[in-house]
């Protein structure tokens, strides 16, 4: 349930966003939810619709909710790689000491608005 929390926190960045920026509308807003996350693109869209309810700024808006996979840099050899499941050891040189690079994070990559209520 902490996706709704989540969308809720999302939303309101953009409406500060768009309030900012003289928005219209807000028309698309998109999102990368990290596989180590914890959240689930599958329920941001499911809570979306009942988040901007009765909010006339996201009218007709979208939201485009992916996953983000997980990617690691193996310290030793720099080699990059997508760990399998809780595999975290280099497919390359075996080695266990790695930096997460992506999909540990929920990020809002884009906020399309809307100046004028021409489409």
């Not at 941001?44 to 909010?55: G, H, Q, R, S, T």
């Not at 996953?67 to 050899?77: D, G, N, P, Q, W």
Request: proline fraction near 4%; glycine fraction near 4%.
């Amino acid at each position: 349930m902490h996706e709704l929390s989540i969308m809720t926190s999302i939303v309101d960045t953009a409406q500060k966003y768009a309030v900012e920026n003289n928005a219209k509308k807000v028309k698309k807003i998109s999102v990368l939810a990290g596989e180590m996350s914890g959240v689930l693109p599958y329920y941001l869209n499911y809570y979306f619709p009942k988040v901007i309810k009765d909010m006339p700024l996201f009218d007709g808006c979208i939201l485009d909710a992916r996953a983000e996979e997980i990617r690691l840099l193996c310290k030793s050899c720099n080699t990059q790689y997508n760990p399998k499941q809780t595999d975290y050891v280099c497919p390359k040189c075996k080695s266990a000491d790695c930096k997460i690079l992506s999909g540990k994070d929920v990020t809002i990559s884009c906020i399309e608005i809307l100046f004028e209520d021409k489409e």
